[in-house]
């Protein structure tokens, strides 16, 4: 059985959320008191999204081999291969890089993120596959069309979500909480 010997254990995740949380928090109340002064909000720290994903997949898809890779990407895991992570806290655009290559992609959907409640969505192709080449950027632009130009293929999710649909699943909805407890034990 594969070992992650990683030190990012599931105590510090609980404690990197609470404190991100608590953060975002704070930041409504002060733009509440500032008249809803224009005020940037922070998208979920990637150490945070990666390591949901990664408990998500090793209770859902019962994977344990899930890595974090520091330098070449986001997650990698021996079933899988190399796993994008994409979060959005807003319906503002995802952003994939030109030069980046993956075997699958994971979209945690954290807008619901004072709530404590996360949407993954897995979508079991990889950025070199033809229909993920093909995804519509824009009227007269693909995927492929920008990673050629070396540009930052933007997105937002509900195009994106209108173009995947007959192929990624929902893998989870569910409270932060519960990510850590085997799915089939779940009950909400």
């Known amino acids: 059985m594969y070992k992650n010997i ?31 002064e224009k005020i940037r909000m922070f998208g979920l720290p990637e150490d945070i999204s990666e390591n949901i994903i990664k408990q998500i997949c090793n209770n859902k898809l019962n994977d344990v081999s899930i890595t974090r890779m520091y330098k070449t990407g986001d997650l990698f895991s021996v079933k899988e291969g190399k796993q994008e992570c994409k979060c959005f ?14 075997d699958i992609l994971y979209l945690l959907d954290a807008r619901d993120l004072l709530n404590d409640i996360f949407i993954l969505y897995k979508f079991p192709f990889g ?30 999710w509900n195009s994106l979500s209108i173009q995947l649909k007959p192929y990624y699943i929902k893998l989870y909805e569910g409270t932060f909480d519960n990510i850590f407890i085997p799915l089939e034990e779940v009950k909400e």
């Open 6 to 36: 990683s030190k990012y254990t599931n105590e510090i995740l609980k404690r990197r959320y609470k404190s991100f949380k608590l953060y975002i928090e704070e930041t409504h109340k002060i733009k509440q008191l500032c008249n809803n």
């Open 127 to 156: 950025n070199k596959s033809e229909i993920f080449k093909n995804i519509k950027i824009n009227k007269n632009q693909t995927f492929e069309d920008q990673c050629n130009q070396k540009r930052r293929p933007r997105i937002t």
């Open 89 to 102: 806290t807003s319906n503002g655009p995802i952003s994939f890089s030109p030069s980046s290559n993956f």
